[in-house]
């Protein structure tokens, strides 16, 4: 009878452990973790997911990044809503900070508040004169930007207007290039992206032009979330990012991925614009 328990003991352990892995796919291991995350078609995505597993590595954890694919925005937040992600990298707002698990660390240095251009070629010369906000704000110069996010917030603030579209914010890259100089109801001029963005997007879009002038700034940064479930990991999350910091891991990792990018934008000749970033 003995020899029959124990049996049965390791049968089910050996038939229930991989059922616990599928169910629960956060921990594998003690010190090791699977998380599921997308990935950019652009190649933005390869910094973060580098940054997380290094991070960790400095910690003593192992990290298998489980890549999801590449997702529009708003069906990577309505996935990760439902559990089919661990982990995404937005904007740090007071709204999600209050549906989310924020792990507080800054990201890019600040970076991600950096913001260029993508106009329309044509439209160039059309932006030289700039110098100040309030004479962008009389150029009427109308930005594109997609549903909830806080670029709206901080362009409202700044009394500059703005459209949204809604659905494939994705759509705007395309609705620029098909805007003529002799449109003068144009619906927007510019599609405002952060210098660790633009250069990569640029790729995908060769029409379209980054306008070579001017540097928008604000206090906001990318930030990693997680599921309310999922609170338990916050602590090592930020301790490892937190580690990376200190150590310099993350900046020579930003300047691995986004140092030739940055360089191209020639930052320092451009007129910085400081926006009011609203709280």
Excluded: C
């Amino acid at each position: 009878m003995r020899q029959l328990f124990v049996f049965r003991l390791i049968y089910r352990t050996l038939f229930l452990f991989p059922l616990l892995l599928f169910v629960s796919p956060l921990i594998v291991e003690a010190d090791t973790f699977a998380l599921r995350m997308d990935e950019r078609q652009e190649g933005t995505s390869l910094y973060y997911h580098e940054l997380l597993i290094s991070a960790l590595a400095l910690n003593g954890h192992t990290l298998k990044v489980i890549n999801k694919g590449d997702l529009p925005q708003k069906r990577l937040v309505i996935m990760f809503e439902k559990g089919d992600l661990d982990i995404i990298w937005l904007l740090k707002s007071k709204e999600r900070n209050e549906k989310y698990i924020d792990i507080n660390i800054d990201l890019t240095n600040g970076m991600m508040g950096q913001r260029v251009l993508f106009i329309p070629p044509y439209a160039i010369n059309e932006y030289a004169h700039i110098k100040t906000i309030e004479d962008f704000r009389k150029s009427q110069k109308v930005g594109a930007f997609g549903a909830n996010w806080f670029d709206e917030e901080v362009w409202k603030e700044n009394n500059l207007p703005y459209r949204i579209i809604d659905g494939d914010w994705g759509s705007i890259y395309n609705r620029l290039l098909h805007i003529k100089p002799e449109m003068t109801d144009r619906l927007f001029h510019y599609f405002s992206r952060s210098v660790t963005e633009v250069v990569q997007e640029a790729k995908h879009y060769p029409k379209l032009a980054i306008e070579p002038y001017l540097l928008f700034k604000y206090d906001r940064d990318f930030h990693f979330y997680i599921r309310k479930e999922n609170k338990h990991l916050k602590p090592i999350l930020e301790q490892a990012l937190r580690k990376a910091k200190e150590t310099g891991l993350m900046g020579r990792l930003i300047q691995k991925h986004f140092g030739k990018q940055l360089q191209s934008l020639k930052l320092e000749n451009r007129v910085l614009l400081q926006l009011t970033t609203p709280q």
